[in-house]
């Protein structure tokens, strides 16, 4: 007697992403994608959108919104808006996932949903969806994997592609076929972090699209390997994830009670590296003291180990390295107030109070931060001052993770405040976001796409006014 053929574990997971969907969830997904959006058209100002116009000069144009562009082909247009939101380090994240949802789901998302005339309720349901697979494969991956590949980018194609097949409404082996064909297009390594450039924007942009086609491709009748998770020469023995099948199970097969892992996302206030906030958050609380920074005489950061893998950057030199360094966001937060888009331009990084602090830092492995990652990012901060006196501040839930939350307000502040930088006025960013926020309950798209391109031409009249500017003066 043969014994039974194991359950692939894509079918556990498609089983998981049909449970309901309700108005809450949806109100939340529409938070995620006013987020995104601001983060992503801050993104299209930068370098970065330098290089994706170039790109897209090569590429068919369409009917598709892309953020800063006059519109593309689904797929294209799904790589270009994925490659923004994570640019200036404000992407939302799931703590313990140690994943960035946003930036490979929604763009996928909103391609398909444009080119397939999808309703605001079948958008925002794939994005609750496309969130789910995202955390459940970041948690399922663990940390071996996030050591050498960048999770957001190799779990995010597996996410597109769900947000996909659910606008595309396949039924459940096309569904396991589309996972399974986003598996064989998952890429993206963290050497993107220890040298200078744009691939790990390119990563991401990637897998909103592979995510995309894989949707496509199932639809269509491609097959795939449905054990590409667990199999022998799957993508989690390739990868270094574990592969313990009563934890995969326990993940995997979500009680239709279970609440969507899209209310554990947290959103960022800072545009920093996620392991560098809690260390902004205790200089915040410092600075609030009344410290005078040009009396400390040493401070000591303690934190976990991968906080200090990520982002030990005494003397960062780049915009980037700025982002990614616990000295700079300390001595930024504790000589200014804050820490906001000005914290890490070249002016900022050669700024002398800062560049004498971060040199009177020193970081240490706290064994109680280390215990608590990563289901808690903490930091603690200790001043000794030239009089002889120390200070100290601890945060153990750190600025909008769901025990700390950002309100749904000072999300959509936040929003604001990225695309009045990004060249919106005024009254367009606020149209924008309330048309997202009211997307729960909306009929149909159009008035959100309308209201993306206006913005679009908005800004390029702005340039164009200010290249004029420029010229005469």
Same mark, same amino acid.
Request: glycine share 10%; charged share 15%; aromatic share 4%.
């Given at each position: 007697m043969t014994s039974a053929t194991p359950t692939p574990w894509s079918e556990w997971l498609v089983a998981a992403l049909r449970r309901p969907i309700g108005l809450h969830d949806r109100q939340r997904a529409a938070l995620q994608l006013i987020d995104w959006m601001a983060c992503a058209h801050l993104g299209q100002t930068?370098?970065?959108?330098?290089?994706?116009?170039?790109?897209? @000069?090569?590429?068919?144009?369409?009917?598709?919104?892309?953020?800063?562009?006059?519109? *593309?082909?689904?797929? #294209?247009?799904?790589?270009?808006?994925?490659?923004?939101?994570?640019s200036h380090e404000m992407d939302d994240v799931h703590r313990e996932a140690v994943v960035h949802p946003g930036d490979t789901v929604i763009p996928a998302a909103l391609a398909m949903a444009q080119r397939?005339?999808?309703?605001? #309720?079948?958008?925002?349901? @794939?994005?609750?969806?496309?969130?789910?697979?995202?955390?459940?494969?970041? /948690?399922?991956?663990?940390? %071996? =994997?996030?050591?050498?590949w960048y999770s957001t980018a190799t779990t995010g194609v597996f996410a597109s592609g769900m @947000?996909?097949?659910?606008? /595309?409404? /396949?039924?459940?082996?096309?569904?396991?076929?589309a996972l399974a064909l986003a598996g064989m297009?998952?890429?993206?390594?963290?050497?993107?972090?220890?040298?200078?450039?744009?691939?790990?924007?390119?990563?991401?942009?990637?897998? @909103?699209?592979?995510?995309?086609?894989? %949707?496509?491709?199932?639809?269509?009748?491609?097959?795939?390997?449905?054990?590409? *998770?667990?199999?022998?020469l799957g993508w989690l023995k390739a990868t270094g994830g574990g592969l313990d099948a009563?934890?995969?199970? %326990?993940?995997?097969?979500?009680?239709? #009670?279970?609440?969507?892992?899209v209310h554990e996302v947290s959103f960022k206030p800072w545009p920093a590296c996620r392991h560098v906030h809690p260390a902004i958050e205790c200089a915040l609380k410092l600075h609030s003291q009344g410290i005078d920074p040009g009396q400390i005489e040493h401070m000591r950061l303690?934190?976990?180990?991968?906080? *200090?893998?990520?982002a030990d950057q005494p003397c960062p030199q780049t915009p980037l390295q700025g982002k990614f360094s616990l000295q700079h966001g300390v001595a930024w937060a504790l000589s200014h107030g804050d820490f906001g888009l000005e914290a890490t331009a070249p002016e900022a990084l050669v700024d002398p109070i800062c560049s004498a602090l971060r040199k009177r830092m020193s970081l240490a492995c706290g064994p109680a931060q280390e215990q608590a990652y990563p289901q808690s990012f903490g930091a603690q901060l200790q001043l000794q001052m030239a009089n002889?006196?120390? =200070?100290?501040? #601890?945060?153990?839930?750190?600025?909008?993770?769901?025990?700390n939350p950002l309100s749904p307000d000072q999300v959509m502040t936040k929003a604001m405040q990225l695309l009045q930088a990004s060249g919106w006025v005024l009254a367009q960013a606020e149209q924008l976001i309330g048309l997202v926020q009211a997307l729960p309950q909306a009929k149909a798209l159009g008035p959100l796409w309308d209201s993306l391109q206006t913005g679009y031409q908005s800004q390029?009249?702005?340039?164009?006014?200010?290249?004029?500017?420029?010229?005469?003066?």
């Open positions: 930068t370098e970065l959108g330098d290089v994706l116009r170039r790109w897209a @000069a090569k590429q068919t144009p369409g009917p598709i919104w892309v953020c800063g562009h006059s519109g *593309l082909q689904a797929a #294209e247009a799904a790589r270009w808006n994925g490659s923004l939101g994570s397939q005339n999808a309703s605001p #309720e079948a958008l925002l349901d @794939a994005v609750v969806v496309g969130y789910e697979t995202a955390i459940l494969l970041g /948690l399922l991956s663990g940390p %071996a =994997h996030y050591a050498q @947000a996909c097949a659910r606008l /595309l409404k /396949l039924d459940t082996i096309q569904t396991q076929h297009q998952s890429a993206g390594v963290w050497q993107c972090r220890l040298e200078p450039g744009l691939a790990k924007q390119m990563a991401t942009g990637h897998s @909103a699209q592979a995510g995309l086609v894989a %949707a496509d491709m199932a639809a269509a009748g491609m097959t795939g390997p449905l054990s590409i *998770l667990e199999g022998p009563a934890r995969a199970q %326990a993940l995997l097969q979500a009680p239709p #009670e279970r609440a969507w892992r303690v934190t976990y180990a991968v906080a *200090l893998s990520f002889g006196t120390q =200070h100290s501040s #601890e945060v153990i839930n750190v600025l909008g993770d769901p025990e390029n009249a702005s340039s164009e006014q200010a290249s004029e500017s420029k010229r005469s003066s």
